[in-house]
């Protein structure tokens, strides 16, 4: 008996050296991308690529150079201007619309969420049946009729930034699905006493279900935050080419295209640079954040 | 729901099953459904659906004849002057909202509105000309003013919003005439009628429902429904890139570009149908794979982490997570970027002697298939391994500890409690999953932009990764076939639409069954 336990745990042990192992490997998988991506913000070596992995000058130049809009020409090895390529601009325009597109996404969602979740109305099976559909429709396709009316509205080019909030909270009412699984857990008696004591429906929302919503406004705020950044398609479409109206998505893809690459010997590191400025606070804001955002997925997806 | 199987099964024998085999039940049945469900979604759904409408269509005129047949003057003349029956009896508020609409209609019609109808039609309007001597009718030469004529595309967008509005106006004037009717029947049964102030007390209780859609549900209207009308409307015009409003315009076509799709071809060439097909059939295989990797995989780690005895759990899920939290168009330009012919991973590779020519990860059309799957996988797992994580730590331990005093091994258990369970609880997002896939546009295009491009001509552009998503954005900003694209999404959106109905009604159904244990 004493032997076979033992074995028992050696068998144990082995397979958690065999896991140990296998996390191991992935975690460098994982990371390898991610510490590349800094060290190259850091090579002070011209050219796009290199058959090394750790730069041999280090420098923070790159960084100098992304801010103040340089380049390191790839025909002279002189530093110029880049002209109308503006980080800090695409920056500052991202941030802007990133934060208003949070306040606004991070109200119609709350709202859509209580009405679909907690008032009962004759239209309110056909209209989540009806978002169903609609959200099955390719974006995309709607985004060049969205061009046109925002042509028409004037908010293309210098007012593009009014334009992509637009753009981006005008249907965001559809991911109503996570923030009103959430609301639905929340027990209906204390609506029902609130309402018995003599509340009105408004004041049930204001005064019990948002105070009790925490996590789930939290994890609203940061996915509403956080999707902006990658958003490529409609903010490429709606700058039309003009460098001066991209936000980061656009701005960063542009750094790694062959143009770019050809012309300056330091774009593939000043795009490192940029990659590290873009994703450093959303990163951080990430992992203060993480708890909610796990409690977000997990409920999301259970209760589909 | 299960008797529409070929291999029928009783419900007794489906209660009868373990969590694992109802799991591949529902899987093989699903699509197994597919085709069954296509084929009934247009002879029963549809009609189903055009029924309901229809009835409701019939209510509502019987109600209009009802309120014509008993109402009063007061009411009679709310039939054209909108309001005038609430005004009446002491329903001021309303009243003046009801008139406020209608005069704006009216002035928006006579002014603007009629005349947007009456180009939208046909192909009344002019054409632009330019500045410069033409051949007159006689013969001789004459000189032209250039003169801007009406711009198609503006036609088409006011016409469509002007048909909203109209929809807005019939449903104001049905509404008015239904209140103008129940204000009477209130008046002559004695009650008294809600006034201003009920009516604003009413917003932030009964009709709380209102105030809070009324903003979500505009914005609805304006960025996802008319974009979507806009586009069915665009199918059937030749708006392309020899009829760019304002200077060449396009016009009515009826189902040309239908034809172009199915059967004809691209300026020459391969037929336009059957890169279609081409590049449907990837589509289906990425989102497959790229649905079925991540999830098993993910699972796998998590299951790995959580495992007892595994120590460091918080540091192996806070290293994976890092694809989370760092923006996805990062990774993916930095993945392109090294893994490219001349990226780190080749260079590296070649200098270490392990391949003496670079490795074709992204350029090749077979290796950028696998690629991207795999890289995709690096994007997903961490979203998987989060979330199984939170499930694993649901499952309730007494069911191990049963299972181990009953002698379970570990694989056994794994196989007998935690993938059944798990496998339960996420089909639903599973589903979901595969649909969202199957129009992701992200990873493509910031991987390879679809590259290889086919090699055989006239194919539009299209690369051999590219998905359904990313062939549509070429052909409207490199090729500019607006009409063509527009039909290739109508059809997208069928598929995915039927996809995804089905499966809800699945998810909903194995949702409601509670049927785990």
């Given at each position: 008996m004493a032997?076979?336990?033992?074995?028992?745990?050696?068998?144990?042990?082995?397979?958690?050296?065999?896991?140990?192992?296998?996390?191991?490997?992935?975690?460098?998988?994982?990371?390898?991308?991610?510490?590349?991506?800094v060290l190259q913000s850091l090579r002070g070596e011209p050219g796009a690529?290199?058959?090394?992995?750790?730069?041999?000058?280090?420098?923070?130049?790159?960084?100098?150079?992304?801010?103040?809009?340089?380049?390191?020409?790839?025909?002279?090895?002189?530093?110029?201007?880049?002209?109308?390529?503006?980080?800090?601009?695409?920056?500052?325009?991202?941030?802007?619309?990133?934060?208003c597109v949070t306040v606004i996404q991070t109200m119609i969602v709350l709202v859509t969420s209580y009405a679909l979740s907690r008032l009962r109305f004759r239209m309110r099976k056909p209209l989540m049946n009806l978002m169903l559909i609609l959200g099955m429709f390719p974006g995309f396709?709607?985004?060049?009729?969205?061009?046109?009316?925002?042509?028409?509205?004037?908010?293309?080019?210098?007012?593009?930034?009014?334009?992509?909030?637009?753009?981006?909270?005008?249907?965001?009412?559809?991911?109503?699905?996570?923030?009103?699984?959430?609301?639905?857990?929340?027990?209906?008696?204390?609506?029902?006493?609130?309402?018995?004591?003599?509340?009105?429906?408004?004041?049930?929302?204001?005064?019990?279900?948002?105070?009790?919503?925490?996590?789930?406004?939290?994890?609203?705020?940061?996915?509403?935050?956080?999707?902006?950044?990658?958003?490529?398609?409609?903010?490429?479409?709606?700058?039309?080419?003009?460098?001066?109206?991209?936000?980061?998505?656009?701005?960063?893809?542009?750094?790694?295209?062959?143009?770019?690459?050809?012309?300056?010997?330091?774009?593939?590191?000043?795009?490192?640079?940029?990659?590290?400025?873009?994703?450093?606070?959303?990163?951080?804001?990430?992992?203060?954040?993480?708890?909610?955002?796990?409690?977000?997925?997990?409920?999301?997806?259970?209760?589909? | 729901m299960i008797n529409t199987e070929k291999s029928v099964i009783t419900e007794i024998e489906y209660l009868g099953m373990s969590g694992w085999e109802k799991f591949r039940y529902n899987f093989v049945s699903f699509f197994k459904r597919l085709p069954v469900?296509?084929?009934?979604?247009?002879?029963?759904?549809?009609?189903?659906?055009?029924?309901?409408?229809?009835?409701?269509?019939?209510?509502?005129?019987?109600?209009?004849?009802?309120?014509?047949?008993?109402?009063?003057?007061?009411?009679?003349?709310?039939?054209?002057?909108?309001?005038?029956?609430?005004?009446?009896?002491?329903?001021?508020?309303?009243?003046?909202?009801y008139l406020l609409f209608e005069v704006l209609f009216i002035l928006f019609m006579v002014f603007f509105g009629a005349g947007q109808l009456a180009l939208f039609g046909g192909p009344g309007y002019t054409e632009t000309t330019e500045a410069g001597w033409v051949i007159g009718p006689d013969g001789s030469e004459i000189y032209v003013q250039s003169a801007v004529g009406d711009n198609s595309l503006l036609v088409l967008l006011y016409g469509i919003l002007t048909i909203f509005f109209i929809i807005a106006f019939v449903y104001?004037?049905?509404?008015?005439?239904?209140?103008?009717?129940?204000?009477?029947?209130?008046?002559?049964?004695?009650q008294r009628l809600p006034d201003a102030r009920d009516d604003l007390h009413a917003f932030a209780d009964s009709q709380y429902h209102k105030t809070l859609l009324a903003i979500p549900l505009l914005g609805l209207v304006i960025f996802t429904i008319f974009p979507i009308v806009f586009m069915v409307f665009i199918a059937f015009t030749n708006y392309d890139m020899e009829h760019m409003p304002p200077a060449h315009l396009f016009s009515w076509v009826g189902f040309e570009n239908f034809r172009a799709v199915f059967g004809g071809s691209l300026s020459g060439g391969t037929q336009f149908g059957v890169v279609f097909g081409k590049i449907l059939l990837w589509t289906v295989i990425w989102a497959f794979f790229a649905t079925f990797s991540n999830y098993l995989l993910g699972m796998v780690v998590a299951i790995m982490i959580n495992k007892k005895g595994i120590k460091l759990k918080k540091l192996w899920r806070t290293v994976l997570i890092m694809t989370v939290a760092v923006p996805q168009f990062v990774s993916l330009l930095l993945m392109s970027q090294m893994l490219g012919d001349y990226g780190i991973v080749n260079s590296l590779l070649q200098k270490w002697g392990l391949t003496s020519a670079p490795i074709h990860f992204l350029t090749d059309s077979m290796g950028a298939k696998v690629t991207i799957i795999v890289v995709n996988m690096w994007i997903g797992i961490p979203y998987t391994m989060l979330m199984v994580s939170g499930i694993l730590m649901?499952?309730?331990?007494?069911?191990?500890?049963?299972?181990?005093?009953?002698?379970?091994?570990?694989?056994?258990?794994?196989?007998?409690?935690?993938?059944?369970?798990?496998?339960?609880?996420?089909?639903?997002?599973?589903?979901?999953?595969?649909?969202?896939?199957?129009?992701?546009?992200?990873?493509?295009?910031?991987?390879?932009?679809?590259a290889p491009v086919m090699t055989a001509v006239g194919t539009g552009g299209a690369g051999e990764t590219d998905l359904l998503i990313t062939w549509l954005y070429k052909l409207i900003m490199d090729k500019k076939l607006y009409g063509v694209a527009s039909v290739i999404s109508i059809l997208m959106f069928l598929i995915t639409g039927i996809i995804s109905l089905v499966t809800y009604n699945r998810s909903a159904s194995v949702k409601n069954e509670e049927d785990f244990m």
């Open positions: 032997k076979k336990l033992r074995s028992k745990k050696a068998v144990e042990r082995s397979t958690n050296a065999v896991i140990y192992v296998i996390l191991v490997v992935i975690s460098i998988i994982w990371l390898v991308p991610f510490v590349f991506l690529t290199t058959n090394y992995f750790f730069p041999k000058q280090w420098t923070f130049d790159n960084y100098i150079r992304l801010f103040t809009n340089m380049g390191v020409s790839a025909s002279t090895g002189e530093v110029v201007s880049t002209g109308s390529y503006n980080f800090m601009n695409w920056y500052g325009r991202t941030l802007l619309i990133a934060v396709m709607s985004m060049t009729a969205m061009y046109f009316l925002l042509q028409l509205l004037g908010l293309t080019q210098n007012m593009s930034i009014v334009g992509l909030i637009l753009v981006y909270v005008g249907s965001s009412c559809m991911g109503y699905y996570i923030c009103k699984g959430f609301f639905d857990t929340i027990p209906k008696s204390l609506d029902e006493a609130a309402r018995i004591d003599g509340a009105s429906r408004h004041t049930v929302f204001f005064k019990i279900i948002l105070p009790l919503s925490k996590p789930i406004i939290i994890y609203t705020i940061l996915t509403a935050f956080m999707a902006p950044w990658g958003e490529y398609m409609f903010a490429s479409l709606i700058a039309n080419g003009n460098a001066d109206y991209w936000n980061v998505a656009v701005g960063l893809r542009d750094m790694v295209q062959r143009e770019q690459l050809t012309a300056y010997s330091d774009s593939f590191q000043r795009f490192c640079a940029a990659a590290v400025v873009v994703s450093l606070p959303i990163t951080i804001l990430f992992f203060l954040l993480q708890r909610y955002y796990v409690e977000g997925v997990t409920g999301g997806s259970v209760k589909g | 469900t296509f084929l009934r979604f247009f002879t029963v759904t549809i009609p189903a659906l055009a029924l309901r409408f229809w009835r409701a269509f019939l209510g509502i005129f019987r109600k209009i004849g009802i309120a014509a047949k008993n109402g009063d003057w007061k009411t009679r003349l709310s039939f054209v002057i909108m309001g005038f029956g609430q005004f009446t009896r002491g329903q001021v508020m309303r009243g003046l909202f104001a004037w049905y509404s008015n005439v239904k209140a103008a009717y129940f204000a009477q029947e209130m008046k002559e049964a004695g649901n499952i309730p331990a007494d069911l191990y500890e049963s299972a181990r005093i009953d002698g379970a091994s570990a694989i056994r258990q794994y196989f007998k409690i935690t993938l059944p369970y798990v496998l339960h609880v996420t089909t639903p997002y599973l589903i979901s999953n595969f649909v969202g896939n199957l129009n992701n546009f992200g990873v493509i295009y910031l991987l390879t932009g679809g």
